[in-house]
C-alpha cells in the first residue's frame, strides 16, 4: 500500500491529471507497478521523471491492456512519462479499449506490437531500440514525434488519423529506418521538422512502397540518407492530397535505383521539391517514371538535384503533371534530363535556371515531351 505522502496534481488544459509521488517512498519495480494501476484507474498520468528510480516492468503496462484490469481503466488510458520500460513490451494481437501513452520513456527492447488493435498510440519524445508492429491498427493517431529509434516497421498497418514523427530521428543498420510499405493511413504523415533518417539497408531508407496516404504527405526540412539503397522508395504509392519535399529538404543516396523513387506514385495535389537538395552517386536524383500529379510539380526556389548516372539526374518517362512543371531558378547538374514526359500546362526554365552536363546525349532532353501550355526559358543560365 502507499502511504499519505502520496499526492495528486492536476494538469493545467485539457489533459489528465498527473500522479506524483514522495521520491523517497519509490524504490523498486514492484511498487512502481502499484503505482501504474492505480494512476491508469484513475485517468492520471504517473511520472517518474524526477524520481531516482524511474523502473517500470514492459509486464505491467501489458497486462494493463488487456488482463483482468482493462475493464477498470479509466477512457484516458494509460499514462506514463519519464520511465525506463524494463523487458519486451509484447502487444502483438493485444486488443487493447483505451489509449496507450509513453511520453520520454526509454526502452531497453524492442517494442513490439504486430497485429495489435490500439485506439490511440502515442510514443512522443521516448528513445527506443526499434519498433516492430507490421498490420497494427490504430483507431486514432499514431504519435512519434521526437523520438530516437532504430528501424521502425509499420509495414500493412492501418491508421484511421495522422502518423506522425515530427522532429524523429531514425538511425538504422541493415533494415530500413522506417518502412510502411502497404500501409493505410487516413490522415496525415507527417516527416518534417527536422526529421532524419539513415539506413545501409539495400532496400532504402523510408519505404512507402504501395502505401496510401488520404491527407498530406509532409517531409518539409527533413534529411535523408541512404548507403545502399534509395533515401525515399515509394514506388506506386499513394497521397490523396499534396507532398511537400522543400524546406530546404535533403536527400542523398549511393543506389544505382536513384535517391527519390516515385516511379507509379499518385499525387492529388501539387508536389513541392522548392529549395530541395538531392544527391545521387549512381542512379538518378529524382526517379518518377508514370508518376501522376494533379496539381504543380515544383522544382524551383534554389532546388539542386546533382547525380553521376548515366541514366540521367531527372528520370519522368510516362509522368504525367496537369499543372505546371517550375524548374525556376533550379540547377541540374546532369547527364540526362526529363524524358517523355507529358505536362498538361506549362513548362518554365527560368529565373536562374542553370543546368549542366558532360554526357555526349545533351543536358536537357525531353524526346516525346508534350507541353500543352507554354514553355518558357527566358532568363536560362
Known amino acids: 500500500m502507499l502511504g499519505a505522502n502520496v499526492t495528486v496534481r492536476r494538469q493545467s488544459g485539457p489533459q489528465c491529471g498527473v500522479t506524483s509521488y514522495d521520491p523517497d517512498m519509490v524504490s523498486d519495480a514492484a511498487r512502481a507497478r502499484t503505482r501504474l494501476h492505480r494512476a491508469a484507474k484513475a485517468g492520471e498520468v504517473l511520472d ?10 514492459a509486464a505491467a ?7 483482468p484490469e482493462a475493464g477498470k481503466l479509466d477512457p484516458r488510458g494509460v499514462w506514463l512519462r519519464g520511465a525506463r520500460i524494463t523487458g519486451v513490451l509484447d502487444l502483438t494481437d493485444v486488443r487493447a479499449v483505451v489509449p496507450l501513452v509513453l511520453h520520454r520513456c526509454e526502452f531497453e527492447e524492442v517494442l513490439t506490437g504486430t497485429r495489435a488493435h490500439l485506439p490511440h498510440l502515442d510514443l512522443s519524445a521516448s528513445t527506443l531500440v526499434g ?6 491498427v490504430c483507431e486514432h493517431d499514431v504519435g512519434l514525434d521526437d523520438i530516437r529509434s532504430a ?7 492501418n491508421i484511421t488519423g495522422d502518423l506522425s514523427l515530427r522532429g524523429a530521428r531514425l538511425v538504422a ?7 510502411i510499405e502497404g500501409a ?24 512507402l512502397l504501395g502505401a496510401s496516404v488520404t491527407g498530406q504527405l509532409s517531409l518539409g526540412g527533413a534529411r535523408l540518407t541512404a548507403s545502399n539503397g534509395p533515401a525515399l522508395a515509394a514506388d506506386r504509392a499513394t497521397v490523396g492530397e499534396s507532398f511537400f519535399l522543400n524546406e530546404r529538404f535533403t536527400a542523398e543516396s549511393d543506389s544505382e535505383r536513384g535517391t527519390l523513387r516515385l516511379p507509379g506514385t499518385g499525387i492529388t495535389g501539387q508536389v513541392n521539391l522548392g529549395g530541395a537538395h538531392l544527391r545521387a552517386t549512381n542512379g538518378p536524383a529524382l526517379h518518377a517514371d508514370r508518376a501522376t500529379v494533379g496539381n504543380n510539380l515544383f522544382l524551383d526556389e534554389g532546388f539542386v538535384a546533382e547525380s553521376d548516372s548515366q541514366r540521367g539526374t531527372l528520370r519522368l518517362p510516362g509522368a504525367t503533371v ?3 512543371l517550375s524548374l525556376r531558378g533550379a540547377r541540374l547538374i546532369a547527364n540526362n534530363g526529363p524524358d517523355r514526359a507529358s505536362l498538361g500546362n506549362n ?6 535556371f542553370v543546368a549542366e552536363s558532360d554526357s555526349t546525349e545533351g543536358t536537357l532532353r525531353l524526346p516525346g515531351a508534350t507541353v500543352t501550355g507554354q514553355l518558357s526559358l527566358g532568363g536560362r543560365g
Open 48 to 57: 517518474v521523471t524526477e524520481e531516482p528510480a524511474r523502473e517500470v516492468p
Open 61 to 67: 503496462i501489458r497486462e494493463l491492456l488487456f488482463g
Open 131 to 136: 519498433l516492430d508492429a507490421n498490420d497494427l
Open 151 to 157: 528501424g521502425i516497421s509499420l509495414v500493412d498497418a
Open 173 to 179: 543498420g541493415e533494415v530500413p529506418a522506417l518502412d
Open 184 to 207: 493505410l493511413i487516413g490522415g496525415d504523415l507527417f516527416l518534417h521538422r527536422d526529421f532524419v533518417a539513415e539506413s545501409h539497408s539495400r532496400r532504402g531508407t523510408l519505404r
Open 322 to 324: 496537369t499543372g505546371q
Open 347 to 352: 513548362l518554365f526554365l527560368n529565373e536562374g
